[in-house]
Protein backbone atom coordinates (compact mmCIF):
# COMPACT_ATOMS: atom_id res chain seq x y z
CA UNK A 1 0.00 0.00 0.00
CA UNK A 2 1.84 3.07 -1.32
CA UNK A 3 -0.39 5.58 -0.26
CA UNK A 4 -0.59 8.93 -2.40
CA UNK A 5 2.27 8.62 -5.17
CA UNK A 6 3.66 11.79 -7.06
CA UNK A 7 5.84 12.20 -9.90
CA UNK A 8 8.49 13.65 -10.42
CA UNK A 9 9.85 15.03 -7.46
CA UNK A 10 11.87 17.81 -9.14
CA UNK A 11 11.57 19.72 -12.34
CA UNK A 12 12.83 22.45 -13.90
CA UNK A 13 10.95 24.01 -17.35
CA UNK A 14 11.54 26.99 -18.76
CA UNK A 15 8.90 29.74 -19.26
CA UNK A 16 6.19 28.20 -22.12
CA UNK A 17 7.02 24.32 -21.75
CA UNK A 18 4.04 22.07 -20.23
CA UNK A 19 4.63 19.41 -18.09
CA UNK A 20 2.40 16.78 -16.40
CA UNK A 21 2.66 15.82 -13.02
CA UNK A 22 1.45 12.75 -12.02
CA UNK A 23 -0.49 11.34 -8.83
CA UNK A 24 -2.16 8.39 -8.41
CA UNK A 25 -3.62 6.45 -4.82
CA UNK A 26 -3.98 2.86 -4.45
CA UNK A 27 -6.60 3.45 -1.31
CA UNK A 28 -9.65 3.75 -3.12
CA UNK A 29 -9.95 6.72 -2.62
CA UNK A 30 -13.50 8.95 -4.06
CA UNK A 31 -12.27 12.07 -3.81
CA UNK A 32 -8.57 14.10 -5.07
CA UNK A 33 -7.33 17.28 -4.81
CA UNK A 34 -4.31 19.66 -5.78
CA UNK A 35 -2.39 22.54 -3.65
CA UNK A 36 0.35 24.51 -4.27
CA UNK A 37 2.15 25.99 -1.83
CA UNK A 38 3.47 29.23 -1.63
CA UNK A 39 5.43 31.20 1.43
CA UNK A 40 2.95 32.53 3.33
CA UNK A 41 0.30 31.60 1.60
CA UNK A 42 -0.84 28.11 2.88
CA UNK A 43 -2.09 25.31 0.90
CA UNK A 44 -4.04 26.90 -2.23
CA UNK A 45 -6.87 24.57 -3.80
CA UNK A 46 -5.95 24.05 -7.30
CA UNK A 47 -8.81 21.86 -8.99
CA UNK A 48 -10.31 18.75 -7.17
CA UNK A 49 -12.18 16.18 -8.35
CA UNK A 50 -14.98 13.65 -6.02
CA UNK A 51 -14.91 10.83 -8.59
CA UNK A 52 -13.81 9.19 -11.59
CA UNK A 53 -14.99 11.69 -14.60
CA UNK A 54 -15.92 14.29 -12.23
CA UNK A 55 -13.30 17.74 -11.80
CA UNK A 56 -13.94 21.32 -10.35
CA UNK A 57 -12.31 23.99 -10.29
CA UNK A 58 -10.55 25.13 -6.47
CA UNK A 59 -9.02 28.78 -5.84
CA UNK A 60 -6.30 28.84 -8.07
CA UNK A 61 -7.27 27.02 -11.31
CA UNK A 62 -5.92 29.17 -14.04
CA UNK A 63 -2.81 28.06 -16.40
CA UNK A 64 -4.05 24.44 -14.99
CA UNK A 65 -5.81 21.57 -16.27
CA UNK A 66 -7.22 17.84 -14.94
CA UNK A 67 -8.38 15.26 -15.57
CA UNK A 68 -9.61 12.04 -13.62
CA UNK A 69 -10.17 9.06 -16.00
CA UNK A 70 -9.90 6.27 -12.94
CA UNK A 71 -10.09 6.36 -9.67
CA UNK A 72 -6.44 6.05 -9.30
CA UNK A 73 -4.82 8.55 -11.26
CA UNK A 74 -5.39 12.66 -11.24
CA UNK A 75 -2.36 14.05 -13.24
CA UNK A 76 -2.40 18.36 -13.36
CA UNK A 77 -0.92 19.91 -16.62
CA UNK A 78 0.21 22.81 -16.60
CA UNK A 79 -0.20 24.41 -20.39
CA UNK A 80 1.88 26.81 -20.63
CA UNK A 81 4.30 27.61 -17.73
CA UNK A 82 5.25 30.86 -16.44
CA UNK A 83 7.05 31.71 -13.39
CA UNK A 84 4.78 32.74 -11.53
CA UNK A 85 3.62 28.72 -11.09
CA UNK A 86 7.16 28.06 -9.74
CA UNK A 87 5.74 26.46 -6.31
CA UNK A 88 5.86 22.73 -4.10
CA UNK A 89 3.09 21.02 -5.26
CA UNK A 90 0.99 18.12 -3.08
CA UNK A 91 -1.71 16.05 -4.28
CA UNK A 92 -4.08 14.89 -1.79
CA UNK A 93 -7.06 12.45 -0.83
CA UNK A 94 -9.95 11.25 1.27
CA UNK A 95 -11.64 8.43 1.17
CA UNK A 96 -15.02 9.86 0.53
CA UNK A 97 -17.72 12.63 1.95
CA UNK A 98 -18.82 10.66 5.15
CA UNK A 99 -17.39 12.38 8.36
CA UNK A 100 -14.00 11.12 9.70
CA UNK A 101 -11.74 11.00 7.03
CA UNK A 102 -8.33 11.96 7.20
CA UNK A 103 -6.52 13.74 4.13
CA UNK A 104 -3.84 11.61 2.97
CA UNK A 105 -0.79 13.81 1.10
CA UNK A 106 1.88 12.84 -1.57
CA UNK A 107 5.30 13.84 -0.55
CA UNK A 108 5.19 16.69 -2.92
CA UNK A 109 6.32 18.14 -6.34
CA UNK A 110 9.32 21.09 -6.42
CA UNK A 111 8.93 22.66 -9.58
CA UNK A 112 11.02 25.52 -10.76
CA UNK A 113 10.05 27.64 -13.91
CA UNK A 114 12.57 29.84 -15.24
CA UNK B 1 -17.12 29.09 0.76
CA UNK B 2 -15.29 28.02 4.18
CA UNK B 3 -11.78 30.03 5.30
CA UNK B 4 -9.77 29.32 8.02
CA UNK B 5 -7.70 32.01 9.93
CA UNK B 6 -4.37 31.18 11.37
CA UNK B 7 -3.87 34.35 13.57
CA UNK B 8 0.04 33.49 14.25
CA UNK B 9 2.42 33.65 11.43
CA UNK B 10 5.69 33.14 12.74
CA UNK B 11 6.13 32.21 16.69
CA UNK B 12 9.05 31.68 18.09
CA UNK B 13 9.73 30.05 21.63
CA UNK B 14 12.13 28.93 23.75
CA UNK B 15 12.69 25.08 24.53
CA UNK B 16 10.35 24.57 27.19
CA UNK B 17 7.82 27.38 26.74
CA UNK B 18 4.41 26.71 26.02
CA UNK B 19 2.56 26.58 22.88
CA UNK B 20 -1.25 27.71 21.20
CA UNK B 21 -1.83 28.37 17.67
CA UNK B 22 -4.99 29.44 16.79
CA UNK B 23 -7.19 28.74 14.05
CA UNK B 24 -10.65 29.73 13.15
CA UNK B 25 -13.16 28.58 10.57
CA UNK B 26 -16.40 29.98 8.53
CA UNK B 27 -18.92 27.28 8.77
CA UNK B 28 -21.41 26.89 11.67
CA UNK B 29 -22.80 23.48 10.89
CA UNK B 30 -20.77 20.29 11.07
CA UNK B 31 -16.97 20.29 10.37
CA UNK B 32 -13.77 17.79 10.33
CA UNK B 33 -10.99 19.59 11.68
CA UNK B 34 -7.36 18.90 11.33
CA UNK B 35 -4.22 20.38 12.16
CA UNK B 36 -0.94 18.70 10.06
CA UNK B 37 2.53 19.55 10.47
CA UNK B 38 5.57 19.78 7.73
CA UNK B 39 9.01 19.89 8.76
CA UNK B 40 11.52 20.95 6.63
CA UNK B 41 11.96 20.25 3.04
CA UNK B 42 8.98 17.03 3.97
CA UNK B 43 5.43 16.45 3.20
CA UNK B 44 2.20 17.35 5.44
CA UNK B 45 1.52 15.19 7.83
CA UNK B 46 -1.22 14.81 10.36
CA UNK B 47 -0.93 15.85 14.08
CA UNK B 48 -4.40 15.29 14.94
CA UNK B 49 -7.85 15.78 14.18
CA UNK B 50 -11.30 16.18 15.65
CA UNK B 51 -14.81 14.38 13.93
CA UNK B 52 -17.21 14.32 17.15
CA UNK B 53 -17.56 13.62 20.86
CA UNK B 54 -14.65 14.68 23.38
CA UNK B 55 -14.05 18.08 21.82
CA UNK B 56 -10.60 18.23 23.72
CA UNK B 57 -8.46 15.95 20.80
CA UNK B 58 -4.68 14.78 22.04
CA UNK B 59 -2.50 13.62 18.80
CA UNK B 60 1.47 12.81 18.38
CA UNK B 61 4.09 14.36 19.86
CA UNK B 62 2.19 15.75 23.07
CA UNK B 63 0.30 18.32 21.04
CA UNK B 64 -3.32 18.56 21.75
CA UNK B 65 -6.72 20.92 20.25
CA UNK B 66 -9.59 22.11 22.01
CA UNK B 67 -12.35 22.13 19.81
CA UNK B 68 -14.64 25.34 20.84
CA UNK B 69 -18.01 25.20 18.84
CA UNK B 70 -19.44 28.62 20.20
CA UNK B 71 -16.23 30.44 18.80
CA UNK B 72 -15.46 28.28 15.55
CA UNK B 73 -12.33 27.74 16.98
CA UNK B 74 -9.50 24.74 16.94
CA UNK B 75 -6.55 25.46 19.24
CA UNK B 76 -3.26 23.79 18.88
CA UNK B 77 -1.67 23.15 22.19
CA UNK B 78 1.78 21.66 23.48
CA UNK B 79 2.96 22.73 27.49
CA UNK B 80 6.18 22.24 26.54
CA UNK B 81 7.94 22.69 23.14
CA UNK B 82 10.73 21.29 21.85
CA UNK B 83 13.68 22.16 19.16
CA UNK B 84 12.45 19.14 16.99
CA UNK B 85 9.33 21.25 16.62
CA UNK B 86 10.42 23.56 14.67
CA UNK B 87 8.19 23.18 11.74
CA UNK B 88 5.09 25.02 9.82
CA UNK B 89 1.32 24.07 10.99
CA UNK B 90 -1.74 24.06 9.08
CA UNK B 91 -5.33 23.74 10.45
CA UNK B 92 -7.57 22.61 8.13
CA UNK B 93 -11.25 22.19 7.55
CA UNK B 94 -13.56 19.69 5.79
CA UNK B 95 -17.01 19.19 5.73
CA UNK B 96 -20.62 19.55 3.98
CA UNK B 97 -20.11 23.53 4.34
CA UNK B 98 -18.32 24.20 1.07
CA UNK B 99 -17.39 20.57 -0.08
CA UNK B 100 -15.52 17.45 1.41
CA UNK B 101 -12.15 19.02 -0.25
CA UNK B 102 -10.12 20.24 2.33
CA UNK B 103 -9.66 23.97 3.52
CA UNK B 104 -6.56 25.27 4.79
CA UNK B 105 -5.04 28.01 6.87
CA UNK B 106 -2.05 30.25 5.34
CA UNK B 107 0.27 28.35 8.39
CA UNK B 108 2.40 29.17 10.83
CA UNK B 109 5.76 28.96 10.84
CA UNK B 110 7.33 27.71 14.19
CA UNK B 111 11.07 28.02 15.43
CA UNK B 112 12.09 26.96 19.13
CA UNK B 113 15.30 27.58 20.01
CA UNK B 114 17.18 25.22 21.97
Redo the contacts between chains.
Keep these: NAGVTQTPKFQVLKTGQSMTLQCAQDMNHE?M?W?RQDP??????IH?S?GAGITDQ?EVPNGYNVSRSTTEDFPLRLLSAAPSQTSVY?C?S?L??D?????Y????SWLTVV | AQSVSQHNHHVILSEAASLELGCNYSYGGTVNLFWYVQYPGQHLQLLLKYFSGDPLVKGIKGFEAEFIKSKFSFNLRKPSVQWSDTAEYFCAVNGPGGSYIPTFGRGTSLIVHP
Excluded: K, P
Design positions: YSYGMGLRLYVGFATDRSGNTIFGEG
